[in-house]
């Protein structure tokens, strides 16, 4: 049964999957192209005072993709378990409904989270060739939380999308803009160097509370 659970939700969502793996790939070749032709034209000491003097970030296009990507795969996900009323099938299937929805919701944010690992890695070795390692270091900690935004805002999705009354859902939805405007408080540099535990305590709360709309589902809250 798992495995049928697991290759319906890669049918559903197999192509968006490959497209967010794409799209960044393509963020990442055109940042690295942008910053190559910058140390080509300005120089190598222009920019690293520019860097470090300055505090400019040269990687702020990938801000958003994490986002974005996390919206994307949760909106299809769940949307058609919602309007096409699957997920009240899938919660009576012969699995407590709480591990149904752990399995369908683990299988995606596993997925999720190694394409955003081959993004974090992938920059990082890129900005490698350019940069020392106090800088490389101070690129982690400002694009980590970026990438825990995204996951944050896949659960938030899910959380949002399973509540089953539009009145309590637009609450959820109020609740999730404060989220994940955390993670956008400040664009400085290596802002959330100290808060990092904080960042990824709000990913865990996401997750938990999607058990909360599940729960208000299962006991037959009506959604007028």
């Known amino acids: 049964m798992k495995k049928a659970f697991f290759y319906k939700e890669w049918i559903k969502t197999r192509w968006f999957l490959l497209a967010i793996l794409i799209g960044g790939i393509l963020v990442e070749i055109y940042l690295f192209l942008k910053l190559g032709r910058s140390f080509r034209y300005a120089g190598h000491e222009h920019l690293w005072d520019v860097i470090v003097n300055r505090n400019q970030f040269m990687f702020h296009t990938l801000k958003y993709f994490p986002i974005l990507a996390g919206l994307l795969i949760g909106v299809v996900q769940m949307i058609p378990e919602i309007v096409e ?8 299937l012969p699995l ?13 944010l596993i997925i999720l989270i190694s394409i955003f690992i081959i993004s974090f890695i992938t920059l990082i070795l890129g900005a490698a060739i350019y940069f020392p390692l106090e800088i490389i270091k101070s690129i982690a900690i400002t694009v980590l939380p970026w990438y825990l935004c995204g996951i944050t805002a896949y659960l938030l999705v899910v959380f949002c999308c399973l509540e089953p009354l539009w009145r309590r859902r637009i609450i959820n939805i109020l609740i999730s803009v404060c989220f994940l405007g955390t993670y956008f408080l400040s664009s ?14 709000i990913p865990a709360i996401s997750f ?11 006991t037959g809250v009506q959604t007028n």
């Open 188 to 201: 400085v540099p290596g802002a959330y160097s100290k808060n990092i535990l904080t960042m990824m305590i």
């Open 96 to 108: 407590y409904e709480s591990k149904s929805i752990t399995l369908m919701v683990g299988y995606i």
């Open 85 to 92: 009323k699957r997920l009240k099938l899938s919660l009576h």
């Open 208 to 218: 938990l509370l999607i058990y909360l709309s599940v729960f208000r589902f299962k």
